[in-house]
């Protein structure tokens, strides 16, 4: 019995040192495990630290970019619309990475999780830089190309300006100078009217004075001159009157009739006139009835005209004008010279 007591107490003594050695190695195993873990949470939180870090620059850079796409003109709305996207993901991320931040405390294998995602979320951080690089390459390609066009429409717009307004110019002038034309036109258009009605009136001027020196005979004081048929004033007044005599007044009777009958011809469209214009010698009067050479002249063709309205000349065809003597038709002192010179004139004429 007591070798039996003996043998227990042996077994018990060689326990104890196996127990401490494993007892041991499992505390070396938790140091190693609480070493590893406070390591790689050293790490994790540097990393952590150096992507906030990171990230911080990138959300300023997405701040820059974002107030610089903010001014650009419609044809940047496609990358204002990728880089909306890009801070959308960017915001993701932080929330993702903030959420890894109050993971810490997680277990081993879930921050092996999270320093696998935090590598993914690296690796993507990267990917939009360089998606950010090249959005701003294209950004500064297309401010330049802005820039260029802006200078290329702003040297047409100049070009086209100076055009317009050259051609303006020009068409002012060419409006002004077809205005003058229209009014040379014009002009030319009434003056071959008048000279149409001037001719056509010649005719009838050519057959009046036909038929009145047809009526009145071959007389030295009564003649043709030109357009005109003059009578010498001895024919129709006495010397200083202006009162018609009996053989001037069967010669206005002639010319009468002669004028009515070609009036009858002369188309309505011809506002024709007798203009009936006295004249006189240079010989100064000066008498109770008349102060001077003019007044006689106008008083004698006026009583011309007042005769042949008297005889059925309407008065609208009549008009009377006085020249004295400053319209002579011969020069000189002698009494043949002096009796030309007195003298009243008929011209059938156009208003």
Known sequence: MFSSSRRHRHSALDIWPGFVDALATLLMVIIFV????????????????TKDEALAILNKKMEDLTIALGDEKQENQTHQAKNAELNTLLFALKEQLSTLQNDLDLSRGEKDDALHKNKTLLQQIEDLTHQLKQLNAALSES?????????????????????????????????????????????LQAEKDKNQKYTRLGKFRSEFFAKL???IGDRSDMRVVGDRFVFQSEVLFDQASADLGKEGQKKLNQLAAALKEISEKIPEDLNWILRVDGHTDHIPIHNQHFASNWELSSARAISVVKYLIEKGIPPKHLVAAGFGDNQPMADGEGQKELARNRRIEFKLDQR
């Open 213 to 215: 020196k047809q009526a």
């Open 34 to 49: 609480l070493m590893t873990f406070v390591v790689s949470q050293l790490y994790l939180t540097d990393a952590l630290s």
């Open 143 to 187: 401010e330049e190309q802005h820039k260029e066009k802006d200078k290329s429409l702003k040297a047409l717009k100049e070009h086209l300006d100076t055009a317009l307004e050259e051609r303006l110019q020009e068409l002012k002038k060419l409006n002004e100078e077809l205005q003058s034309l229209k009014g040379s036109n014009a002009e």
